[in-house]
């Protein structure tokens, strides 16, 4: 039983971070629109 709860929390963190991942990697795509788009307007 210990072990699967284990797996469990395992799957769940690993989850996490790959949310984490994404919406680190969806502000930064946003971030870089940005600079792209004061740039242009300069």
Do not use: C, Y
């Amino acid at each position: 039983v210990d072990k699967d709860i284990q797996r469990r929390l395992g799957m769940q963190g690993v989850s996490v971070m790959a949310d984490e991942r994404e919406a680190i990697t969806r502000a930064a795509e946003d971030f870089i629109d940005t600079v792209m788009l004061l740039s242009a307007l300069q």
